[in-house]
């Protein structure tokens, strides 16, 4: 049992960011009084299972939440690769691929099927180790399906990658601001890969030169040793303290990635920078592929399309609520449900998969300041172009606060908030009815108690379910 930890995230004191919040939800206020009404009679008439009415200002709402057909991923001018199709399929390989990971760490990687080897092994850990294509790009593998074993346990939620290539500004946190430099976030993590950019850039020459030199050119000799010092396996990553029960944050020597001391450091700058170059350019491939991956069409958009029978009544009812009294679209807002900012909704973290919670976590706060301070960031050398994703100042209301989940496919998800913590979306809503917890978070909560009934929390659950489509293509399922 190990102890209780706070959170991944490296604070880094940058005075900086943020942003504009959503259109307010509709209020009642606002609502056709004539359908309104209908509604009140039409509940007056059936306790248990009125007749769902919606109002125009409610169908128009619901209307701008499904688009025909969804619209693909906003273009990325950051990654001139990202609808490459020669650069999605080497991205599709790579993220399926567990030979650029180091060894595995914490003594629950026991061997079986919740862990991705045993404690010592190296070479077990693909990007799709904890995005499983079974599993909507999410995690049902760890233990109790709440947050992730790689080489050690991670403190926050493997969120789903389905309609990823719409967020801009990524992670939980914000701290990463484009697809292509996020993967250096669990390859260089001590719980996740564990390992580094020295190797796998050395891995990419042995197992992909051919296609990486046509896509991307020429590739530097990384297999030549007078060159570049060969890292191996079980060297590359952070050799912590306590190898069974890894910390977070590295705290002990490390070797392939800048500040190792050791191999990296030892390289001219010019070769730091081919060695990095080699890794984004692996993470525009596998931006490409991710920019593929999609929740699809789902019975609400039928339904609203005028496909009167393409959702259950309680799923009608749930959507009227979901755009007005329960004003969920005020921040699960577009047609993918998220306005893509980040709010604080008064989560007081629990303890999950029996001894981790991520108490202390300032969210975007931290977040959007480590994507602000990061070198291979949207405005750095390694970017194609910059498109001002990145927010100028730091606004009070990002402590404690996380990113809007995306809804479509949401019922399949294993867990859900940013801990892993409630297990049900009949939990989430309840959670949102209740106006969030009442202190335990950072911050100040924007959420406020809704009066539901618990037939309307049940008919939110149903719209909620209304939203799964078909997910990922059965090509982009597998390597
Ligand atoms: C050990 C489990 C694990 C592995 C391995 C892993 N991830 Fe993740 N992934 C997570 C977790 C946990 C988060 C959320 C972390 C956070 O927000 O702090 C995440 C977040 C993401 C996100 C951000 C999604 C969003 O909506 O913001 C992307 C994209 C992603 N991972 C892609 C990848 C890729 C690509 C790889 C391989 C290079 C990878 N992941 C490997 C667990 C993992
Ligand atoms: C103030 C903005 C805001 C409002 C209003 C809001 N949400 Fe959310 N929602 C969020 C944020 C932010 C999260 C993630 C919070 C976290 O993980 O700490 C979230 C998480 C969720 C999740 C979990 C998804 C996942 O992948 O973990 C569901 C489901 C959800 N909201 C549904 C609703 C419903 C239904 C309503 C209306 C009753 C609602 N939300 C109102 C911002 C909001």
């Known amino acids: 049992m190990r102890a209780v930890l706070r959170c991944l995230g490296v604070a880094m004191a940058i005075g900086v960011v943020c942003c504009a919040l959503s259109p307010p939800a509709l209020t009642s206020a606002f609502a056709d009084a004539s359908a309104a009404n209908a509604r009140s009679a039409a509940g007056a008439a059936s306790q248990t299972d009125p007749a769902p009415v919606l109002t125009s200002q409610e169908r128009a709402v619901l209307l701008a939440l499904s688009p025909m057909p969804l619209p693909p991923p906003p273009p990325d001018p950051a990654n001139r690769f990202a609808d490459s199709p020669p650069a999605a399929a080497l991205g599709q390989r790579l993220f399926y691929d567990p030979s650029f990971a180091g060894p595995l760490l914490d003594s629950d990687n026991n061997g079986g099927p919740q862990s991705l080897g045993s404690t010592g092994q190296a070479g077990r850990v693909a990007c799709a180790g904890c995005h499983l294509p079974t599993g909507g790009f999410s995690d049902t593998r760890s233990f109790q399906r709440q947050i992730s074993l790689g080489a050690g346990w991670g403190r926050r939620r493997a969120p789903s990658l389905l309609d990823v290539g719409q967020a801009k500004l990524l992670m939980w946190d914000g701290r990463r601001d484009a697809l292509y430099n996020q993967i250096f976030g669990p390859l260089e993590s001590v719980v996740e890969m564990n390992s580094s ?48 029960d890894p910390q977070p944050l590295c705290n002990g020597p490390f070797h ?36 593929l991956l999609r929740c699809g069409p789902a019975p609400f958009d039928a339904w609203i399309h005028g496909d009167a029978a ?66 291979l960031n949207t405005l750095g050398r390694f ?32 867990a859900f908030m940013h801990t892993g913590q409630l297990r049900t979306l009949a939990a989430v809503t309840s959670f949102f009815d209740r106006g969030g917890d009442s202190s335990g978070y950072p911050g100040r909560s924007e959420i406020h108690p809704l009066g539901l009934s618990e037939r309307e929390e049940s008919d939110l659950v149903a719209f909620l379910q209304s939203l799964d489509g078909p997910g990922a293509e059965a090509i982009y399922r597998a390597p």
Request: charged residues 25%.
């Open 310 to 375: 393409a959702v259950s009544q309680p799923a009608q009812r749930g959507a009227a609520l979901f755009v007005d009294k329960a004003g969920c679209v005020g921040c699960h807002s577009g047609p993918f449900l998220s306005d893509q900012q980040f709010h604080n909704v008064g989560l007081k973290p629990q303890i999950v998969q029996q001894a981790f919670k991520d108490s202390g976590d300032r969210g975007a706060a931290a977040g959007l300041a480590d994507a602000r301070a990061d070198p």
């Open 256 to 291: 392939g990635m800048p500040g190792d001391h050791a191999e990296f450091d030892g390289l001219s700058p010019d070769k730091q920078r081919a060695v990095t170059a080699v890794v984004v350019n692996a993470g525009k491939a596998i931006a490409a592929f991710e920019r």
């Open 383 to 414: 970017s194609d172009g910059s498109d001002g994703r990145l927010p100028s100042a730091i606004a009070p209301a990002m402590e404690g606060a996380f990113r809007t989940p995306t809804l479509r496919c949401v019922s399949t998800r294993p």
């Open 197 to 244: 950019r020295l190797y796998m850039a050395e891995q990419i020459r042995r197992k992909y030169a051919g296609d990486y030199r046509a896509i991307f050119g020429p590739i530097p000799p990384l297999d030549d040793p007078t060159q570049f010092p060969q890292l191996r396996a079980d060297r590359t990553g952070c050799q912590p303290k306590n190898r069974s």
